[in-house]
Antibody, heavy 125, light 107 residues
Framework: EVQLVESGGGLVQPGGSLRLSCASSGFSFSNYWMSWVRQAPGKGLEWVANINQGGTEKYYVDSVKGRFTISRDNAKNSLILQMDSLRVEDTAVYYC??????????????????WGQGTLVTVSS | EIVMTQSPATLSVSPGERAILSCRASQSANSNLAWYQQNPGQAPRLLIYGASTRATGIPARFSGSGSGTEFTLTIDSLQSEDLAVYYCQQYHKWPRTFGQGTKVEIK
């Protein structure tokens, strides 16, 4: 059974930092792209960042570029999101997600196959 | 980016009836569309990918259709546990984007 367990959320002041972790089990972690997706209180879902199997390719939504860093430790089956220069609008539940994909002749297509239960990040003074 | 628009915002359906949810993309997403279910207080769960392929363990009463810019999620014989918000999401182009969700209420 695939399990994803996030941790590290909490209350932080604007401009502060927080480090989220996601512990995975039940699948071969090093073989899959992984993502972070967030959900502001009472709002919809927003993809935040993702990372390839080896950690050499990383992509971010524009609103977090230069402030958030995604990384992974394949030896520990864990995904990390380092969040710096936090803003009030970063307040959200942050979900870790396992990507899966298929391909055609031109590209690969990645969807969110499994989700963790999320960790709440509150940015407030 | 591709903007996803879902309708209606809220759908009230009696148990045993059919629910039809719509999702429109601002440009073609081919068949690279997923549907997710989010029960109250829980994480999202993958229902459908590739516009029409049910994910592992998803009951047959959930079905997806469409391609290009128009997509539909159908829930046959609605059950009480289907009370949730349903999101469509395109993954044809980066960034991957979600619709704003349709809330399904049990009448």
């Amino acid at each position: 059974e695939v399990q994803l367990v996030e941790s590290g959320g909490g209350l932080v002041q604007p401009g502060g930092s927080l480090r989220l972790s996601c512990a995975s089990s039940g699948f071969s972690f090093s073989n899959y792209w992984m993502s972070w997706v967030r959900q502001a209180p009472g709002k919809g879902l927003e993809w935040v960042a993702n990372i390839n199997q080896g950690g050499t390719e990383k992509y971010y939504v524009d609103s977090v570029k230069g402030r958030f860093t995604i990384s992974r430790d394949n030896a520990k089956n864990s995904l990390i999101l380092q969040m710096d220069s936090l803003r009030v609008e970063d307040t959200a539940v942050y979900y870790c997600a396992k990507d899966n994909h298929y391909s055609d002749s031109s590209a690969y297509y990645y969807y969110f196959e499994y989700w963790g239960q999320g960790t709440l990040v509150t940015v407030s003074s | 980016e591709i903007v996803m628009t879902q309708s209606p915002a809220t759908l009230s359906v009696s148990p045993g009836e059919r629910a039809i949810l719509s999702c429109r993309a601002s440009q073609s997403a081919n068949s690279n569309l997923a549907w997710y279910q989010q029960n109250p207080g829980q994480a999202p769960r993958l229902l459908i990918y590739g516009a029409s392929t049910r994910a592992t363990g998803i009951p047959a009463r959930f079905s997806g259709s469409g391609s290009g810019t128009e997509f539909t999620l159908t829930i046959d014989s609605l059950q009480s546990e289907d009370l949730a918000v349903y999101y469509c999401q395109q993954y044809h182009k980066w960034p991957r984007t979600f619709g704003q969700g349709t809330k399904v209420e049990i009448k």
